[in-house]
């Protein structure tokens, strides 16, 4: 009895020596807790709703490479133009092109600026749209899941559980059909024109043939693992996947902004229509 007392004040004694430290911790966990905990719909379904961003050199190039200067016909923006190094996001490092298919991509990468669809303000198509360095939001509802992203205005509804929904024709965000693999949501995407690229670098894909399919799944409350995998048996051997996170912004009154970038592109594809001797530009604020 009296060892069993001994150990009781024992207890007690250490118990209140460090009570003050268990306060704080415990203080701290409900912080990290709150900050960690997936939030969740009212259906219990993870809620992806909220403004995000890639933070990575996807949108340069998929594969690993080295940093490296811009097209030539740029070489005056000096840094501004020139490729950041990146350690690449597709599985297995290199894309498995076809025999000869690697040939259009080299050919499409020396003349990148004349030929990327983005720099003529085309929509991004999938998966590019999510990795461009510009913020897209997700609007979440049970039937449909609306994605928005700031570059060109670009948009696509998601179709949740309507598997019979099938693309009718093509288009440059694509068909997008949703479900869920547990806490996962699964979107599988069809149907997208062939004039769009996978980043800077001139990788491609044949169009209406590829199907994509993205997985997101929240790791924490501000953070997605994000993942899609491109099945296009006209261009690669095999289908093959990209993984990165996603990164929830958390700046104080965060808004998607617009980034209407056709009135950028007016001269780029329009300037041979100007009348002789008309100023370069919106013809308001000539470009000098």
Same mark, same amino acid.
């Given at each position: ?19 003050? &430290?268990?306060?704080?911790? *415990? ?37 690993? /490479? ?64 999510t990795y461009q360095p510009y913020p897209f939001q997700i609007f979440q509802a049970p039937d449909a899941t609306l994605i928005t992203y700031q570059f060109a205005g670009a948009d696509r509804i998601v179709h949740m559980n309507r598997p019979e929904l099938e693309a009718q024709v093509d288009s ?15 979107? $599988? ?21 590829? /199907? ?7 790791? $924490? ?10 099945? *296009? ?30 009135? &950028? ?24």
């Open positions: 009895m009296k060892t069993q007392f001994k150990t009781f004040f024992a207890v007690a004694a250490t118990a209140a020596a460090v009570s003050a &430290f268990w306060v704080t911790q *415990d203080v701290s966990q409900a912080q990290n807790e709150s900050r960690t905990e997936i939030p969740r719909t009212p259906d219990g379904k993870p809620n992806f709703s909220g403004i995000w961003q890639s933070m990575n050199t996807a949108y340069w190039d998929l594969e690993p /490479h080295e940093a490296r200067h811009g097209p030539l016909a740029a070489l005056q923006a000096g840094a501004h133009l020139a490729v950041p190094p990146g350690m690449g996001v597709v599985e297995g490092g290199m894309l498995p092109y076809k025999p000869g298919m690697r040939d259009a991509k080299e050919e499409n990468q020396a003349n990148w600026l004349q030929r990327d669809p983005a720099t003529k303000c085309y929509l991004p198509g999938v998966p590019r749209a440059w965000m694509g068909h997008n059909n949703g479900s869920w693999d547990g806490d996962t949501l699964v979107i $599988d995407v069809t149907g997208q024109m062939p004039d769009t690229w996978f980043d800077r670098s001139g990788n491609y894909h044949s169009g209406w043939e590829m /199907h994509v399919q993205e997985r997101y799944t929240m790791l $924490d409350r501000n953070t997605i693992q994000y993942s899609a995998t491109v099945n *296009d048996p006209n261009v690669y051997e095999r289908p093959w996947t990209i993984n990165m996170h996603l990164y929830r912004h958390q700046d104080e009154n965060m808004k998607l902004l617009e980034y209407k970038c056709v009135e &950028f592109v007016e001269e780029l594809l329009f300037g041979d229509l100007r009348a002789p001797g008309s100023p370069i530009g919106d013809g308001i604020t000539p470009i000098n």
